[in-house]
């Protein structure tokens, strides 16, 4: 994608983040997976090398976290251990809404620590040297 850049080009690329606080938590049920469509998974480090091995330069990132992303998660892993009546009690419209709310409070913390459950860059194709 770098190569089709004109030049001054920028390229801007949103993937899951494999480095974030969902992933770390729900693992094998992170909705972030969303296999099969993600075949390749990474990290704000794995990307950024990524783009740089392809002749790249990251020149800005951006992290995003929304609750409903951890509410999928949260109801994955519940299901995933067989609470499946724990799960549709958090699906409920009454307790999602609490549920939701909470994370409104707290997923901007995981933004902040650059633990979002996505990744948006911003990169540039390095000039010929």
Not at 8 to 25: D, F, M, W
Not at 43 to 63: F, N
Not at 75 to 80: H, K, P, Q, T
Not at 97 to 117: D, S, T, Y
């Amino acid at each position: 994608m770098l190569e089709w850049l004109a030049p001054g080009g920028l390229l801007i690329v949103e993937v899951p983040n494999a480095g974030g606080l969902g992933a770390s938590l729900f693992g094998g049920a992170w909705a972030g997976l969303e296999l099969p469509r993600h075949l390749s998974h990474f990290t704000p480090e794995t990307l950024e090398a990524v783009i740089e091995k392809a002749g790249g330069r990251v020149v800005w990132t951006w992290h995003q976290a929304k609750p409903r992303t951890y509410l999928w998660s949260l109801s994955a892993w519940l299901r995933d251990r067989g609470w499946d009546g724990l799960a549709r009690l958090a699906e409920r419209r009454s307790v999602y809404g609490v549920l939701k709310l909470g994370l409104e409070l707290l997923v901007p913390l995981a933004r902040v620590a650059r633990r979002g459950e996505s990744i948006r860059i911003g990169a540039v194709r390095n000039r010929p040297r």
